[in-house]
């Protein structure tokens, strides 16, 4: 059987989502007008270049100056209007971020803010009636995508401070939650602890992981899981559709043994075709 990387080194530049980004949408301003941007990455709106955010995490978690200032001031990763698809993913990769500010050179506003999830939504639009990579059809297990091991997880009786530490230690964006038995119930993300905020329960942390998700201020229909057996093209469908995050993989019993992330999803369709390691950088050809 052919290994993940001869299978993309064979059909990256001739059918695979590589030769689209490249190809046919060099540039971010290739649509036709700039109106049309907010309606195939509508996460975003205008805003002052003063701005700043600061990680709620980061900030409750505060441990001392030095520490709390190498973690906040850290320089603004952002891409010109006119950088193509391929070289945002790139960034976004590389640089271990979520969220990739498109700004404006002359007055030093953001335009737009680029995702994992937006762009993945448009690869998937604007590619669903063309010629697939064959490593659309292998499965999670042979292609050996996503995270398998040290994979970090809390519990529903969990207190919330711990959950933090967690977030914090691990530099990880979301924690499933096992039951005793060892079944994903449940996950818990950066995004919920926003409701500590909103809920202003923030000064309360030692309810339980359960108690705090019960203060969601969006329905939750439940975690989206998947199979080391599904194919590529079947996860990235299921990711897209459920608009999450990640999948959680999990076995015969529910239990989990893996996450894969948007990011994983891109690495395998954009940067590795490219030679680009899970860490962003150009790998030396051997055979040069």
Same mark, same amino acid.
């Not at 290739?30 to 701005?51: G, H, K, Q």
């Given at each position: ?77 952002? &891409?010109? =209007? /006119?950088?193509?698809?391929?070289? $945002? ?10 969220? #990739? !500010? +498109? ?50 997880? &809390?519990? =529903? /009786?969990?207190?919330?401070?711990? $959950? ?10 979301? #924690? !499933? +939650? ?111």
């Amino acid at each position: 059987m052919l290994s993940f990387h001869d299978l993309l080194s064979q059909e990256a530049l001739s059918l695979g989502y590589l030769r689209f980004l490249l190809a046919h949408f060099m540039s971010l301003m290739y649509f036709s007008t700039v109106s049309e941007l907010p309606r195939l990455f509508p996460s975003v709106e205008l805003w002052d270049s003063a701005v700043v955010c600061y990680p709620f995490c980061s900030v409750h978690m505060y441990r001392g100056p030095v520490l709390y200032l190498q973690e906040t001031f850290k320089p603004l990763v952002n &891409i010109s =209007p /006119d950088a193509s698809l391929f070289d $945002a993913v790139h960034s976004l990769i590389k640089n271990k971020i979520h969220r #990739l !500010p +498109v700004i404006d050179p002359i007055s030093g506003n953001a335009l737009y803010i680029l995702t994992h999830k937006r762009i993945l939504k448009f690869l998937q639009l604007f590619m669903s009636d063309m010629p697939k990579p064959a490593f659309m059809k292998q499965n999670l297990e042979a292609l050996g995508i996503g995270t398998y091991h040290n994979i970090a997880f &809390i519990h =529903p /009786d969990t207190p919330i401070i711990k $959950a933090l530490n967690v977030f914090v230690e691990r530099r990880v964006s979301a #924690l !499933p +939650v096992v039951d005793e038995s060892g079944k994903v119930v449940d996950i818990y993300s950066k995004f919920d602890v926003i409701n500590l905020a909103a809920e202003k329960t923030y000064n309360n942390l030692d309810i339980t992981v359960t108690q705090a998700l019960q203060h969601r201020s969006q329905y939750f229909e439940g975690v989206v899981k998947c199979s080391k057996l599904e194919i590529l093209e079947t996860i990235v469908d299921r990711i897209v559709r459920a608009e999450v995050h990640r999948l959680v993989v999990v076995n015969e019993a529910d239990s989990i043994v893996g996450i894969i992330s948007l990011s994983d999803i891109l690495q395998a369709l954009i940067l590795t075709p490219a030679g680009y390691s899970p860490w962003g950088h150009k790998e030396l050809d051997t055979n040069e």
